[in-house]
């Protein structure tokens, strides 16, 4: 298997996403030696881990990095030029390790590990899995993709033998972007490892003191996950409802743009900004929210939906999300549609029984959601593969 | 002696539009969705109306010249004939000319297919009493059996239908009332003086009704030979065979592809052969059939789902709180004596409002899923919520116009 991150130095959904599903596979019998390409400080018992960059015999010289450098290396904002080289290195590097581990199946994890895919494909003669976590079309949007990550990705694509987009709505995107066969397309679900979280203790007490709700975005502030929206979506809900708090947990590119966008609106004092969170921290955001909203423009999954969902929060998410595709307990509206958006979040806050409703049953229904089904999907396209 | 008594129930929700929060105080119209979408009130009930009832009145009226011995029964909400009024008059002319053969009896039911019953007695009583209007205004006539919304019945309501001068009433023939006993007889509801039980044999009903077109049941493709026989088993073993269902379940649940006019058309034929057999209305069975014994039913049971009851209906918090917004305001409302506004919120009663906010997905999710015109049950809750806060307003709003006026 071939990652580019691990958690705890993720920077999003990818690094959770390989371990869950590694995990999970190696729980049903699948030995894994998971390829990354720089050291990193990981104890992991249920898998073998290979850093490219070092002479792993020797392991002289382990590079470290802290989580905030890391997430500058990886992060999607913007890309700089050595990230493509680092992909291209990265290739050259497991052309040479390659040899040195028997595996039937070469698992790829998103485009910057595809060259090394199809290197180990090569050396190894063995059937290639592209993994689609998110594509440069989700990333910027649609706006002025990278073409040289694009023909990476399409590249990657049609050499693989089979493509596992973690949505229907991304499995379209790979049809009609990428021009990939449909008949190689698998979709695989992502999952959730801890489908109820205890509770902790609560944030935001002093708001809620005061009569305030609380509406939660949690995600990454960037044109993918339609902070802008949001931002709207917030104006119209106070014209109806004024005792209501907007949380905006993340970092991004377009941080500045939702802090101008509130400003102008002249909503920015039911406004926080709470920055990057992660752990209990994060969880007792999600606790504390009346509803977690997901204006996504372009979500090939949506994790953060289940999260909330497990920390017993009602979800509002973009219909152009796959998690959308599999929730049934859930709200759903399109990303434009700010109006709908507006309704739908004064209609939790207005009516408990609908947020009780909500919470109860979609508790229910994540339980369904877990790591070890997408494995068996994974499994079923493995066998199909050797 | 089997006596095959068919009723079908006719009905079609007023369904509300997509009513945002936003709406509130600004649109007072709940009921008029003109798009594409299936909230469509008048794209609907044409649609079925050109599936299901046209083509099944149609081959029915002939089934009704060529059979002398040949009857049916109906129960049509008022809100159904309403919406006939209003876009199918040719409908409703068709229905009138079947009710003329004097071989077609109506049922007695709440105009607005509520489940009034179970929340206030008075407001209940209203509405079968508009129902009645209605009826005769329409075909005439003053129903005297009396059917509640999704058959939902217990002791008590027996016990008011039987205050009223009911000849009988209408139940699901479920098991666990039944015990040993058939629901091929006629019975006497605990706690009632003359009045009598007719019980729906739901097996052979919902072999037409549910089964007909299911490729993966033993017995497909049913023929209307093969059912009469099944019917003619009950010879000797029962006396009246009830045979309840949809209207909608010929042309629109189960397709004329399928074929299920077809087996209509030739029902009446295959059932006449065997001499025993003859058809029967409600009515007629209660003056004809002696109760074989009492049946005791303390809790509601109705025809609905794998669990008989009101689940689907009033099963979970939105549903529950949605009932009792709109019961809550009953004083308030009938006080204004505003005539819209009192009909707008016995339109929000219709009980369709509340199954489409069912959670209940998994073991009967399917039906649920086809039948619901909102994209989930959420969303059915938040317009009819948002819908139903606009006529709190216009209630209020009266109030205080009319303390002015003092």
């Given at each position: 298997m071939l990652g580019w991150e691990l958690p705890p130095y993720n920077s999003g959904g990818l690094g959770e996403a390989c371990f869950g599903l590694a995990k999970a596979l190696s729980r049903k019998g699948v030995r894994i030696t998971f390829v990354l390409p720089k050291k990193l400080n990981l104890k992991v018992d249920f898998m073998d881990l290979v850093f490219a960059d070092v002479d792993e015999i020797t392991k002289l010289y382990p590079v470290y990095t802290t989580g905030y450098s890391w997430r500058k290396f990886v992060s999607f904002d913007s890309l700089p030029p050595d990230f493509v080289h680092g992909a291209l290195k990265f290739a050259e590097k497991v052309e040479k390790l390659a040899e040195k581990y028997h595996s039937d199946i070469v698992h790829a994890h998103d485009w910057m590990t595809y060259p090394a895919g199809i290197a180990a494909k090569e050396v190894l003669s063995k059937p290639l899995v592209a993994h689609v976590h998110s594509t440069e079309f989700d990333r910027t949007g649609g706006h002025y993709p990278n073409q040289t990550v694009y023909r990476i990705e399409r590249e990657g694509l049609e050499k693989a033998d089979a493509v596992l987009p973690v949505g229907g709505f991304m499995k379209q995107v790979l049809i009609d972007k990428y021009h990939v066969e449909p008949s190689k397309i698998r979709v695989v679900y992502n999952g959730i490892d801890e489908p109820e979280k205890s509770e902790l203790a609560p944030a935001l007490s002093a708001f809620k003191d005061l009569g305030y709700k609380i509406v939660l975005y949690l995600g990454r502030i960037t044109l993918q996950k339609g902070p802008e929206y949001f931002v709207r979506a917030a104006k119209k809900v106070l014209q109806y409802n004024p005792k209501v708090i907007f949380v905006v947990t993340g970092s991004g590119d377009m941080q500045d743009f939702m802090l101008y966008e509130a400003a102008n609106l002249g909503i920015i004092n039911k406004f926080i900004f709470t920055g990057f969170l992660r752990g209990d921290e994060r969880d007792r955001v999600y606790q504390s929210a009346d509803i977690y909203v997901m204006p996504s423009v372009s979500e090939p999954f949506g994790i953060t939906a289940l999260e909330a969902i497990s920390n017993h929060t009602p979800v509002l998410v973009s219909?152009?999300?796959?998690v959308s595709e599999i929730l049934q307990h859930a709200l759903k509206a399109d990303f434009w549609d700010i109006d709908e958006m507006a309704n739908k979040i004064l209609a939790v806050l207005s009516y408990n029984a609908l947020s009780s409703d909500l919470r109860h049953e979609s508790s229910k229904e994540i339980r369904n959601f877990s790591w070890a089904r997408s494995a068996d999907s994974v499994l079923d396209v493995y066998r199909h593969l050797i | 002696m089997s006596s095959i008594c068919l009723y079908f129930q006719a009905h079609q929700p007023i369904r509300i539009k997509k009513y945002r929060v936003f709406d509130v105080g600004q649109d007072h119209k709940y009921f008029n969705d003109s798009s594409?979408?299936?909230?469509?009130n008048k794209k609907i009930i044409q649609k079925v109306a050109a599936k299901s009832y046209l083509p099944a009145n149609e081959l029915l009226l002939r089934l009704l010249g060529k059979y002398k011995e040949f009857k049916v029964s109906y129960s049509f909400s008022g809100v159904f004939l309403e919406q006939l009024e209003e876009y199918l008059p040719e409908l409703l002319v068709s229905f009138q000319k079947l009710v003329k053969t004097k071989r077609v009896e109506i049922l007695s039911e709440t105009y607005y297919h509520s489940l009034a019953f179970f929340y206030s007695r008075s407001e209940f009583e209203s509405q079968v009493d508009l129902h009645k209007k209605k009826i005769k205004e329409v075909f005439g006539i003053t129903p005297q059996v009396f059917r509640n919304t999704e058959l939902a019945y217990t002791n008590e309501l027996a016990q008011w239908a039987d205050k009223k001068g009911y000849k009988a009433i209408l139940a699901e023939g479920w098991d666990p009332i039944l015990g040993w006993r058939s629901p091929n007889y006629v019975y006497k509801p605990t706690g009632t003086k003359k009045i009598k039980l007719l019980l729906k044999n739901y097996k052979l009903s919902d072999d037409v009704a549910f089964r007909f077109s299911e490729k993966s049941w033993s017995q497909w493709p049913l023929t209307a030979d093969k059912f009469a026989q099944w019917v003619n088993a009950i010879n000797g073993n029962g006396q009246v065979v009830n045979l309840f269902m949809?209207?909608?379940?010929?042309?629109?649940?189960?397709?004329?592809e399928n074929g299920i006019f077809n087996f209509l058309e030739s029902l009446p034929g295959e059932l006449l052969k065997h001499p025993d057999n003859d058809f029967i209305t409600p009515r007629e069975a209660a003056e004809r059939y002696p109760a074989m014994d009492e049946i005791d039913v303390p809790y509601i049971v109705t025809w609905a789902d794998t669990e008989r009851d009101l689940s689907a209906w009033m099963g979970n918090a939105i549903q529950s709180s949605a009932i009792k917004f709109i019961y809550d305001l009953e004083g308030e409302v009938l006080k204004t004596e505003d005539k819209d506004l009192i009909s707008d919120w016995r339109k929000l009663q219709i009980s369709d409002h509340f199954y489409y906010m069912c959670t209940k997905w998994f073991a009967d999710g399917d039906v649920h899923k086809y039948f619901?015109?909102?994209?989930s049950p959420y969303d059915a809750f938040i317009s009819f919520m948002n819908a139903a806060n606009d006529l709190k307003l216009r209630v209020n709003q009266i109030s205080i116009d009319k303390s002015k006026a003092n």
């Open positions: 219909k152009q999300s796959g | 594409d979408t299936n909230l469509n949809d209207y909608e379940t010929f042309g629109e649940h189960q397709w004329a619901n015109p909102y994209e």
